[in-house]
Nanobody, 124 residues
Framework: QVQLVESGGGLVQAGGSLRLSCAAS????????MGWFRQAPGKEREFVAT????????YYADSVKGRFTISRDNAKNTVDLQMNSLTPEDTAVYYC?????????????????WGQGTQVTVSS
């Protein structure tokens, strides 16, 4: 069992930056691939970024590539999402998720544990 708690969301102006953090509790965090997803009002939850268990492989949605960076610290049981050059289209609830496999995945169905989400609002 893994419990995930996101933090770091908030209100930011377009062009600004935010850093989201996800704290994990439970065993074997370092063996899980981790992901960030988001859900905007009236839209389906979508993939944002994912990272392998050792942090040596990362993948991003095309919409955030070059602006967002996912990272993890297995000693601290955390995974972060640095978001730069934010636009109003990035406004959503951001979710951290854990995939009980070492290899990262873009697919919601592969994730076994989810956090409650943190709101990110980007004003124009």
């Amino acid at each position: 069992q893994v419990q995930l708690v996101e933090s770091g969301g908030g209100l930011v102006q377009a062009g600004g930056s935010l850093r989201l953090s996800c704290a994990a509790s439970g065993r074997a965090f370092s063996t899980y691939a981790m992901g960030w997803f988001r859900q905007a009002p009236g839209k389906e939850r979508e993939f944002v970024a994912t990272i392998s268990w050792r942090g040596d492989n990362t993948y991003y949605a095309d919409s955030v590539k070059g602006r967002f960076t996912i990272s993890r610290d297995n000693a601290k049981n955390t995974v972060d999402l640095q978001m730069n050059s934010l636009t109003p289209e990035d406004t959503a609830v951001y979710y951290c998720a854990a995939h009980a496999y070492y290899w990262p995945s873009r697919h919601l169905r592969d994730y076994d544990y989810w956090g409650q989400g943190t709101q990110v609002t980007v004003s124009s």
